[in-house]
């Protein structure tokens, strides 16, 4: 047999394997690994669509919580997984765009996953814990000037979400407080409350059950306009910081090579729960943004991570910001 005729028949044999595969998707539990602590809002959102999933590929959906370094260790796990559609890696904004501008990644954010499509939008919340005298975002910035040497800013580590956003905000307003790294903002907003730092621009889906619950304090909505789960909440142009517009989106991704059909069927899997009406009313409570259809593509979400690295790694890399 020539090599010709051999490269052609170990082809043909990978194209019926990877189509056998695809018919057969799922045979097994799927993983989806969120790179952050369990109970915060990555971990949330990734639980509600996820259930919603086991039912409609009828397997079990197991999400893992592999913490560290802002998501970039949850994140070289799943690309390091095999290309089967079992394991799907959750991210957002943070792990999957800005991570890519201050860590040096075994891998790359773009070329070495796959999407599978946006799941939505998270706005974020300056907030604050209630022991802080300032009643607006504008007395609230004056207190930060004020004092910038003690005051705490918690995150979920370095270029996370919260922590790439508190960074544009100081920016903004010209103070240089410092940040308080976590492995999730679960854990970030639990020291809020009990009042051990001072701020967190946290993700809405994440701090609103606290501001209504009255244990921390809401100033704005990182957006141009209010939210429906927060009427009470201005937005920050309304606030007086116009300009600071931060959504933390979120998306799934899998490792590089999937099979498209199995691509697909996620990808349908993720859709039918976006329908849901029980999926509809939480991302309601949780203040979530859900995506239009034309954004729940795989396509549409390769486009919009390419179009939010053109945008933020030059904020990032001009802020110096270093692990």
Do not use: C
Not at 54 to 81: F, H, M, P
Not at 141 to 149: F, T
Not at 289 to 318: C, D, N
């Amino acid at each position: 047999m020539s090599m010709r005729t051999f490269a052609a028949v170990a082809a043909g044999l990978f194209a019926l394997a990877a189509s056998a595969q695809a018919q057969t998707f799922p045979s097994k539990p799927i993983t989806i690994i969120v790179p952050f602590a369990a109970g915060g809002p990555s971990d949330v959102l990734a639980r509600v669509i996820g259930e919603k999933m086991r039912v409609t590929l009828k397997e079990t959906v197991v999400i893992e919580n592999v913490t560290g370094a802002a998501g970039t260790i949850g994140v070289t796990r799943a690309v390091r997984s095999p290309a089967d559609g079992y394991t799907i890696s959750f991210g957002h904004l943070g792990t999957h765009v800005v991570n890519g501008a201050i860590y040096s990644l075994p891998f790359d954010l773009i070329d070495d996953l796959d999407p599978v499509t946006l799941l939505g939008a998270n706005p974020m919340l300056v907030v604050s814990k209630t022991a802080i005298p300032a009643k607006s975002l504008k007395e609230l910035i004056d207190w930060v000037k004020a004092n910038q040497s003690k005051a705490t800013f918690g995150t979920a580590g370095v270029g996370s979400g919260a922590h790439f956003s508190g960074v544009y905000f100081q920016n903004l307003i010209g103070t240089t407080a410092s940040y308080v790294p976590y492995r999730g903002t679960g854990p970030a907003l639990q020291d809020l409350v009990a009042g051990q730092i001072d701020i967190i621009v946290d993700q809405a889906s994440n701090s609103l059950p606290q501001v209504q619950a009255g244990t921390i304090r809401a100033y704005a909505v990182t957006d141009s306009k209010r939210i429906a789960a927060a009427p009470d909440v201005p937005s920050v142009d309304e606030a007086g910081l116009p300009g600071f517009h931060v959504s933390l989106w979120s998306g799934f991704w899998v490792p590089k090579g999937t099979p498209k059909d199995v691509v697909g069927k996620l990808n349908e899997a993720v859709r039918a729960a976006l329908d849901d009406p029980a999926v509809q009313k939480r991302y309601a409570e949780l203040g979530l943004e859900q995506p239009p259809a034309a954004q729940r593509t795989p396509e549409a979400l390769r486009a919009h991570q390419k179009a939010e690295v053109a945008k933020w790694w030059p904020v990032i890399k001009a802020a110096n910001v270093k692990p």
